[in-house]
């Protein structure tokens, strides 16, 4: 996989023309534009596109860059940065595109310093092939620039799902998709395959363009999705479905039997690493598909997300008493246990237990998550202070798992003395720290429980 400078079947089109179109803001004729070939300066587009997109809310970004650069690598060494890479990525997906050494040691300070300033990113696999693909054509400044207006883009356009639910709703949002646009080609697949394994197959939809297609497509697929958000994305895989069903028809039973001895989830990623047809080709199949819009994408997603919701939802029981036996119910488990694998069923049953009784009656609800809403203190506060009680369940970076039982809520700690000065500690004797330790919880209760009447008067 390589850089490519002219792709097989593809045309150049004129930048300037590009960028006068953008500039006048006749958008759908930049858009046409773009599909019938290769921008003639590929960075000159890219960088239109982002000037498009900041026009109204233009920053800064190198100054920043470097500015982060120092702050969390101490210098600009490159040696520091090789093979870094940060959390929200996924460290099993980190292609290079031909970049050499020091090349793909720049994507990793890239995306290591867009994590830090975007502590409410999670989870972002796209971000490191993205970054990668930039800095094929772009200086390390410029590809920050572009990354931090797709990490936080203008609100008609979405270029990368941002946690670990929404990623894994993506990947299941293809199939419908196909059922409902490629219908006979997805049944071809599922007749041969089997259903099952072609739902598993495209599950990793992404990565057959971000992996596995040869970079002349990718090229050109990227600078769409740069001009059009992620919907160019969703209309490529769906062109790949079409064009690898098609083959499996006819070649005369070959690739049939490819599949029944590698299975599909093997020979679609390789179909697509040994794709030969001209780029056009998969261009036009993709923007194509009629009657598919935004519209689509998100009616599907919202769809599943609901019914992964409604598997996890709490049911009502008309008045459920405390038991010794199940205090919290198995249903409010798996709403929390199915974003935060820190707490079993036993551990969070024995938590439970030794909340005041009073609350056990109320269904938990699950109001922060670091997988889904990031690390940044003031989402946590902003999602969490309006309620009460509240239970926080920490877990380290060396695997210890400890939290507390906050009995007040946390927007108390804003209010202030007789003083005028905001109050250091706040809670009720309910308060509690815990700790776990293997399946058993230890609690650590109110000090003042334990304090005879002369330390009490001495504090």
């Not at 799902?161 to 299941?172: L, P």
């Not at 599909?264 to 040994?274: A, Q």
């Not at 249903?331 to 009073?358: F, G, H, M, N």
Request: charge should be neutral; glycine fraction near 6%.
């Amino acid at each position: 996989m390589g850089v490519s400078e002219s792709p097989p079947g593809g045309e150049r089109t004129d930048t300037k023309l590009f960028s006068s179109l953008l500039e006048q803001g006749r958008l759908k004729e930049a858009k046409q534009l773009l599909r019938k070939g290769l921008p003639d300066d590929v960075p000159g587009a890219w960088k239109a596109i982002l000037d498009m997109r900041t026009r109204d809310s233009p920053v800064d970004t190198a100054s920043i860059y470097w500015d982060t650069v120092d702050t969390c690598f101490g210098g600009r060494d490159l040696e520091d940065c090789v093979d870094r890479t940060p959390g929200c990525t996924d460290s099993t997906h980190t292609p290079s595109y031909s970049l050499d050494k020091n090349s793909r040691a720049q994507v990793c300070r890239l995306v290591t310093c867009l994590a830090y300033n975007s502590p409410d990113v999670p989870y972002c696999p796209l971000l490191f092939p993205a970054a990668a693909v930039l800095r094929t054509h772009l200086s390390e400044e410029d590809c920050f620039g572009v990354l931090c207006m797709m990490v936080d883009p203008p609100k008609d356009v979405l270029y990368f799902t941002q946690s670990k639910r929404s990623w894994d709703i993506a990947g299941k949002v293809l199939k419908p998709l196909a059922e409902r646009f490629m219908k006979k080609h997805i049944s071809t697949l599922d007749r041969v395959c089997g259903r099952d394994l072609v739902e598993q197959a495209l599950s990793g939809w992404l990565w057959w363009i971000f992996e596995d297609l040869p970079f002349c497509y990718l090229e050109r697929i990227f600078t769409s999705f740069l001009l059009e958000g992620h919907k160019v994305l969703y209309r490529t895989g769906l062109a790949i479905i079409k064009i690898f069903s098609k083959q499996t028809s006819k070649s005369g039973g070959q690739l049939a039997s490819d599949l029944a001895a590698g299975g599909i989830c093997k020979e679609l990623p390789k179909f697509c690493r040994n794709l030969d047809i001209p780029v056009n080709e998969l261009i036009e199949a993709a923007f194509k598909i009629q009657r598919f819009s935004k519209a689509d994408i998100v009616k599907s997603t919202l769809k599943i997300e609901m019914e992964l919701k409604s598997r996890l939802s709490f049911k009502e029981d008309g008045g459920r008493r405390r038991s010794n036996c199940e205090m919290l119910s198995s249903d409010a488990v798996e709403e929390i246990i199915a974003v935060s694998d820190t707490l079993s069923y036993k551990q969070l049953t024995k938590l439970w237990s030794l909340i005041p009784e009073r609350m056990t009656m109320v269904m938990p609800k699950l109001v922060y998550s670091s997988n889904d809403h990031g690390t940044s203190i003031k989402t946590f506060y902003n999602r969490s202070e309006n309620y009460e009680p509240t239970i926080l369940l920490i877990k380290s970076t060396a695997g210890d798992v400890f939290g507390a039982y906050c009995s007040t809520a946390w927007n108390v700690r804003n209010e202030q003395d007789e003083r005028g000065l905001r109050q250091r500690y706040f809670g009720t004797g309910e308060t509690f720290l815990f700790k776990v330790n293997g399946e058993n919880i230890e609690k650590f209760s109110w000090v003042g429980e334990h304090q005879d009447p002369d330390e009490k008067s001495g504090r």
